[in-house]
């Protein structure tokens, strides 16, 4: 059964508000197996306000209305629908009763203009409120669910858990599950050209791919009307698939971010790890610390910028930085080796580059990242060239350096 949910307020139109109801309802939703198929953020003019959710209700099977339940002129949710459905408002007595009830219980007199929250569309249910005034309605017409809901957060995640789901949960519903597969060391396309073909032509089974600096995660979700069993086994039998055609690119596959993927094998192993940043500003180790119980395996991290730093705090030779320049892979080699042996750790991470905007010349451009990774045995340096702002050179090479010790860690533990 698909839904859209149509949120209501001329303040969601402004750079300084969010919905998050919908996000909630989304989530709730998703749990009880409805597939939300749009949202419509409209303002609070009458005319908009009922082209959205005329269109709302000729789309979908169920529709979500939420904001526009207060006393205000401009909260005209009620009529809007009212209108749109041809079924007019009708005053309830009892409704009243309970908002002029809640003011009384704080010492006030009910305002005027709160009258017409116990108005209520002939046939819909009433849903109580129990954190403000405004009721939610449940109205039901040729098959379809609308459902009403003021737009603050805890009075409609209150009637939501007490009103709504209990109405929904014993009614044909589908089964939604979801598995989400994190990479790192692939570009958007690269990713896409490897699971060519793995497209799901099944409408049952989605998969959609969302980029952020560094990381490509691919989003698996499967629906089945017979169980959630079945659902599973949908998911798993694609998530295993791309799995198989991404290889060691895969960091992830339960959701977990790079940094805990690095944190458990570096436990697993019970080995430690320092980190020697220039260019990140100590990126990598507030990455590394944000994971609790990290000091078991954390050492210690430095930040060293001036040339000065890494020769006296980590061992850097002078002649290293003087014959191949701060931003070179042996300078990233002697930092990581120097880290490593000044810290006494396992591991040592290393990254030096240009973060820009400045500083870079044709020989070395900003972007230009070396990121190394010191063990007993050997020490890798890998170059790369970043593009974006500074934020962005910094978080794709904090992401560089945290998945080149992984697939160090992960080639060790598989041998
Ligand atoms: P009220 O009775 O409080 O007036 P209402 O149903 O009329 O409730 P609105 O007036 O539209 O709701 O919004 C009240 C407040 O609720 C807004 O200021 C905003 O902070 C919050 N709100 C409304 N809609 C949303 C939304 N979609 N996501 C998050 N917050 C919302």
């Not at 969601?12 to 998703?30: A, E, M």
């Not at 409805?34 to 003019?45: N, Q, T």
């Not at 858990?161 to 958007?188: D, H, I, W």
């Not at 998945?403 to 060790?412: S, V």
């Amino acid at each position: 059964m698909n839904v859209i949910i149509v949120a209501v307020g001329s303040e969601l139109l402004t750079p300084f508000h969010q919905d998050t109801d919908s996000l909630y309802l989304t989530l709730r939703l998703n749990d009880l197996g409805y597939d939300v198929s749009e949202k419509i953020i409209v303002g609070d003019e009458f005319e908009n306000l009922k082209r959205a959710f005329q269109k709302a209700r000729e789309e979908a099977r169920m529709v979500f209305v939420t904001g526009g339940l207060g006393p205000t002129d401009d909260d005209r949710t009620r009529e809007a629908v009212s209108s749109v459905l041809n079924r007019p408002l009708e005053f309830r007595e009892e409704i009243l009763r309970t908002i002029e009830e809640r003011f009384l219980r704080r010492g006030k007199t009910m305002p005027a203009a709160n009258r017409k929250q116990a108005e209520v569309i002939r046939g819909a249910e009433v849903l109580p409120n129990p954190a403000g005034t405004a009721p939610g309605l449940w109205i039901e017409e040729e098959g379809k669910i609308i459902v009403l809901l003021p737009g603050p957060p805890p009075e409609l995640q209150s009637i939501f858990e007490t009103q709504v789901r209990p109405r929904l949960a014993g009614r044909e519903r589908a089964f939604l599950v979801r598995r989400v597969l994190k990479t790192s060391g692939l570009t958007e396309s690269e990713v896409e050209s490897l699971i060519e073909g793995l497209y799901p032509r099944d409408p049952a089974l989605r998969l959609t791919i969302l980029a952020s600096p560094g990381q490509i995660e691919l989003h698996v979700s499967a629906f089945s009307v017979v169980s959630a069993a079945e659902a599973e086994r949908r998911a798993d039998a694609l998530t295993f698939e791309l799995g198989r055609c991404l290889g060691p690119a895969v960091f992830s596959a339960d959701g977990s971010d790079l940094e805990t993927v690095v944190g458990r094998l570096l436990s697993g192993r019970k080995e430690t790890v320092a980190v020697a940043e220039s260019c990140t500003g100590g990126l990598v180790s507030r990455r590394l610390t944000r994971i609790p119980g990290s000091s078991t395996y954390f050492r210690e991290g430095f930040v060293t910028y001036a040339n000065q730093a890494k020769i006296d705090r980590l061992g850097v030779p002078s002649r290293t930085i003087e014959s191949f320049g701060a931003v070179s892979p042996e300078t990233a080699a002697a930092m990581a080796e120097g880290v490593r042996h000044v810290a006494d750790a396992d591991y040592g991470l290393a990254v030096t580059g240009i973060a820009g905007p400045s500083g870079g010349t044709a020989e070395k451009p900003v972007g230009l990242v070396f990121c190394a990774v010191a063990g007993l045995e050997a020490t890798r340096v890998e170059r790369s060239l970043f593009l974006g702002d500074r934020t962005r050179v910094q978080d794709q090479s904090s992401q560089k350096v945290l998945d080149m010790l992984r697939r160090f860690l992960e080639e060790k533990s598989s041998r």
